[in-house]
């Protein structure tokens, strides 16, 4: 299968990658879009993802819905701007056909394809494989984009996303594929003596797979293939774009945690997993944290005093001196496996539906900035 170079190659400099990954309830899609906005109000052009399957971002923005294809936020008086989007795999494979060039006759026996129809429908799993080839065609469709910002899916289904490109490259590319899409061609007349005995003994092949998997099943995968040949090219062109944008010196992790022990097995595993696949350390964000401020002032050590004092407030006393203390050990324990550690104190207003709503996303994103330094 031939591939072509990327656009975002040939153009020059890709835009800048940021994965937000970790488990879930940690509040990584609200960091991921408070990042984007952070972003786009020091004048960056931003592209907004996310993969993850429950569809969170668009609560964190405060909006009803996000098409696939994505929507430009409104913010007023801001130097850059931001495109959101959710993935949704049916839609976009849909598109893709589309714009491959497909004629309406293809395109309708593609759609009656059963292989088509639980892809695009009904196999949940697509969302991870395909993410990346998505993450990939932004910089082709988005002129001027600077940075793209990609919220992952909750836990270690994160590690699927990082590792796909490889697998899906790999396969769209290998030998039984082709092999595949040349036997469900029609039959040509004018094939040699050579070829047509290889059919044949192809067949026979194709009976004893069949015996394990049924013979309409392989017909209609070679069908699908056919059919999606053009849309697999370019598929291919974006997956190899991926592998090498997610393994850029340019591309930045955020590992968001919180001060949960399984939150913070889940980050310590991706934090290992990203050295395991040659990728830059990622930067480890301790969200909804105790702050620092507090914990430090003598007149909160003075309440504390009294309150421990008091029958009816030693609960919530206790509660603070345990919560305070675990937060320590788990930062201790992440500053081993990360490049930097940051807390970020639990934020006030988000979950109001108001103007200021979007302001206080981009204050914790301008936190994340600020302490890794990026640009």
């Given at each position: 299968m031939k591939k072509n170079p990327p656009n975002a190659l040939r153009n020059g400099k890709p835009p800048r990658l940021h994965l937000f990954l970790g488990a879930g309830g940690v509040g990584k899609t609200t960091l991921s879009a408070g990042f984007a906005l952070a972003l786009a109000q020091r004048g960056h052009h931003v592209g907004l993802m996310s993969i993850d399957p429950a569809k969170r971002l668009q609560g964190a923005l405060g909006l009803s819905e996000l098409?696939?294809?994505?929507?430009?936020?409104?913010?007023?008086?801001?130097?850059?701007?931001?495109?959101?989007?959710?993935?949704?795999?049916?839609e976009s494979l849909k598109r893709w056909v589309n714009e491959a060039g497909l004629s309406q006759a293809a395109q309708e026996r593609l759609y009656e394809n059963e292989?088509?129809?639980?892809?695009?429908?009904?196999?949940?799993?697509?969302?991870?494989?395909?993410?990346?080839?998505?993450?990939?065609?932004?910089?082709?469709?988005?002129?001027?984009?600077?940075?793209?910002v990609v919220d992952t899916a909750p836990g270690i289904h994160a590690i699927d996303f990082l590792s796909k490109p490889e697998k899906l490259?790999?396969?769209?590319?290998?030998?039984?594929?082709e092999w595949l899409k040349w036997f469900a061609q029609e039959n040509n007349t004018q094939a040699g003596l050579l070829q047509r005995v290889v059919k044949g003994g192809a067949r026979r092949i194709l009976d004893g797979l069949a015996e394990l998997g049924g013979q309409r099943f392989m017909l209609h995968f070679a069908e699908f293939l056919i059919l999606l040949d053009q849309v697999f090219a370019r598929m291919m062109t974006r997956l190899d774009f991926a592998a090498h944008w997610l393994r850029s010196a340019?591309?930045?992790?955020?590992?968001?945690?919180?001060?949960?022990?399984?939150?913070?097995?889940?980050?310590?595993?991706?934090?290992?997993?990203?050295?395991?696949?040659?990728?830059?350390?990622?930067?480890?964000?301790?969200?909804?944290?105790?702050?620092?401020a507090l914990r430090t002032d003598p007149s909160f050590e003075e309440t504390l005093r009294t309150m421990r004092q008091q029958e009816d407030d030693?609960?919530?006393?206790?509660?603070?001196?345990?919560f305070i203390i675990v937060q320590r050990r788990v930062?201790?324990?992440?500053?081993?496996?990360?490049q930097s550690v940051l807390t970020l104190p639990v934020a006030e207003h988000l979950d109001a539906h108001s103007?200021?709503?979007l302001e206080d996303l981009a204050s914790l994103g301008h936190r994340i900035l600020e302490h890794t330094g990026d640009r």
């Open positions: 098409p696939e294809i994505g929507a430009r936020l409104d913010l007023p008086n801001c130097p850059g701007s931001v495109r959101a989007s959710v993935l949704h795999i049916g292989l088509f129809r639980a892809l695009a429908e009904r196999l949940a799993t697509a969302t991870d494989t395909f993410a990346a080839v998505r993450m990939a065609e932004w910089p082709e469709r988005e002129e001027g984009l600077t940075d793209l490259s790999a396969f769209l590319d290998g030998k039984l594929i340019e591309t930045h992790c955020y590992v968001v945690t919180s001060v949960r022990y399984d939150a913070v097995q889940v980050a310590w595993e991706l934090s290992k997993t990203l050295k395991s696949l040659k990728m830059k350390p990622g930067q480890v964000v301790i969200n909804r944290a105790f702050p620092e030693s609960f919530f006393a206790n509660y603070l001196d345990n930062q201790e324990q992440l500053s081993h496996a990360a103007a200021l709503r």
